[in-house]
T-cell receptor, first 115, second 111 residues
Framework: AQSVTQPDIHITVSEGASLELRCNYSYGATPYLFWYVQSPGQGLQLLLKYFSGDTLVQGIKGFEAEFKRSQSSFNLRKPSVHWSDAAEYFCAVGAPPGGSYIPTFGRGTSLIVHP | DGGITQSPKYLFRKEGQNVTLSCEQNLNHDAMYWYRQDPGQGLRLIYYSQIVNDFQKGDIAEGYSVSREKKESFPLTVTSAQKNPTAFYLC??????????FGPGTRLLVL
């Protein structure tokens, strides 16, 4: 069975500082990996996704993530955080299409940005 | 303007009452999903549907029911059997590609 672990429940950074949110997954083959962001009281917005190819993926809002097969990780990074980045971040893993596609979500990491 | 809409934004339920949450999409997506979100627990799958007139239970289907009579619509009913319905409910859809897209959510509160 597939699973996702986001080890950090909360992360606090200062505005302008760099950010890395951790995501570890368990899946038997090459997974499809996603990062979503959720502002309070809102739905989830896709930041970026990895299906195959280049292991460094660029997303919206200046975010990037790197797929590391050897570490079963897909960490999200941003070089300089803005106050508007404060939100909940979810990592998800999904199986390739063709079967019953049910992605698994991590429990989320809450990002707090200090001025 | 394509997207997923959920209504209402807030919903209040009385004891013993069934309530229905609406989810509509105009993205021409085949698959639709309902998730429940509680603080610190991430997203938990309630029901999903891959085609019209077919749906499957997710991890926490007890106390919920769904229908899929049209491709665009996937309403969720929270029945009186659901003893702890207070949560944020998210609907999502997906076409034959791999990415899910989410609606804005409905917050259900118990009076």
């Amino acid at each position: 069975a597939q699973s996702v672990t986001q080890p950090d429940i909360h992360i606090t950074v200062s505005e302008g500082a760099s950010l890395e949110l951790r995501c570890n997954y368990s899946y038997g083959a090459t997974p499809y990996l996603f990062w979503y962001v959720q502002s309070p009281g809102q739905g989830l917005q896709l930041l970026l996704k990895y299906f195959s190819g280049d292991t460094l993926v660029q997303g919206i809002k200046g975010f990037e993530a790197e797929f590391k097969r050897s570490q079963s990780s897909f960490n999200l990074r941003k070089p300089s955080v803005h106050w508007s980045d404060a939100a909940e971040y979810f990592c998800a893993v999904g199986a390739p299409p063709g079967g019953s596609y049910i992605p698994t979500f991590g429990r989320g990491t809450s990002l707090i940005v200090h001025p | 303007d394509g997207g997923i809409t959920q209504s209402p934004k807030y919903l209040f339920r009385k004891e013993g009452q069934n309530v229905t949450l609406s989810c509509e999409q105009n993205l021409n997506h085949d698959a639709m999903y309902w998730y429940r979100q509680d603080p610190g627990q991430g997203l938990r799958l309630i029901y999903y549907s891959q085609i019209v007139n077919d749906f499957q239970k997710g991890d926490i289907a007890e106390g919920y029911s769904v229908s899929r009579e049209k491709k665009e619509s996937f309403p969720l009913t929270v029945t009186s059997a659901q003893k702890n319905p207070t949560a944020f409910y998210l609907c999502a859809s997906r076409r034959n590609q791999e990415t899910q897209y989410f609606g804005p959510g409905t917050r259900l509160l118990v009076l």
